[in-house]
């Protein structure tokens, strides 16, 4: 069964930084051609797409963390980071991680981020 084990959130004040870390227990042979997501779901809100990064390494942001947010990814250790820089209250929320095999999707548990004062 396919696990995605996120880690790297916290409390953290306005204007700081966190990095978030996702890993697959499996190491899929394919990883290469695989598409990872982040996404955020606030109390009360809809889950969104945060950032994605495909295959090949071409990126794509919400407006509300361009420039601030930097998504990359490490074949090699079968791992999707997200760096969280100039963090403002709105940001807080639960981030989960995403993997899209192309044979089906899968998500992390889940990691809470709190940016507050």
């Known amino acids: 069964q396919v696990q995605l084990v996120e880690s790297g959130g916290g409390l953290v004040q306005p204007g700081g930084s966190l990095r978030l870390s996702c890993t697959t227990s499996?190491?899929?042979?394919?990883?290469?051609?695989?598409?990872w997501a982040w996404y955020r779901q606030a109390p009360g809100k809809q889950r969104e797409l945060v950032a994605l990064i495909y295959s090949r390494g071409a990126t794509n942001y919400a407006d509300s963390v361009k420039g601030r947010f930097t998504v990359s990814r490490n074949n090699d250790l079968y791992s999707v980071y997200l760096q969280m820089d100039s963090l403002k209250p709105e940001d807080t929320a639960v981030y989960y991680c995403?993997?899209?095999?192309?044979?089906?999707?899968?998500w992390g548990q889940g990691t809470q981020v709190t940016v507050s004062s």
């Open positions: 995403y993997l899209d095999t192309h044979r089906g999707g899968y």
């Open positions: 499996i190491k899929f042979f394919d990883i290469f051609a695989m598409d």
